[in-house]
């Protein structure tokens, strides 16, 4: 059985054409690369919270990778798959206090 990670982007290579065993052997080479499973296919830690993450909290961590600040000051698109900063009369402010 696959992590949950390396499933998920070797679903995404599939849907855009490829062949599933060609899917899978790209999709592990991205992973060993960025850090997110072993040379042995297995997850590393970090494989393992992003694998276990929902889409909005990958587009958020994202977001702060790219952009700075904290995860409590963007919000999630789902029709985007985008997070965005979330700002008021130019001063950052968190979800809950819209």
Not at 30 to 35: E, F, H, P, Q, Y
Not at 52 to 65: F, L, P, Q, S
Request: glycine fraction near 10%; charge should be positive; proline fraction near 2%.
């Amino acid at each position: 059985m696959l992590p949950a990670i390396h499933e998920r982007l070797k679903q995404q290579l599939i849907e855009k054409g490829r062949e599933e065993l060609d899917a899978e052997a790209l999709a592990k080479n991205i992973l060993i690369n960025r850090g997110h499973l072993n040379v042995d296919g297995t997850a590393t830690a970090e494989g393992y919270a992003r694998g276990n993450m929902t889409a909005a909290e990958r587009a958020i961590d994202r977001a702060v990778k790219r952009s700075g600040g904290v995860s409590d000051y963007y919000e999630y698109n789902p029709i985007t798959n985008y997070a965005s900063k979330l700002t008021g009369s130019g001063v950052w402010k968190k979800k809950e206090n819209q």
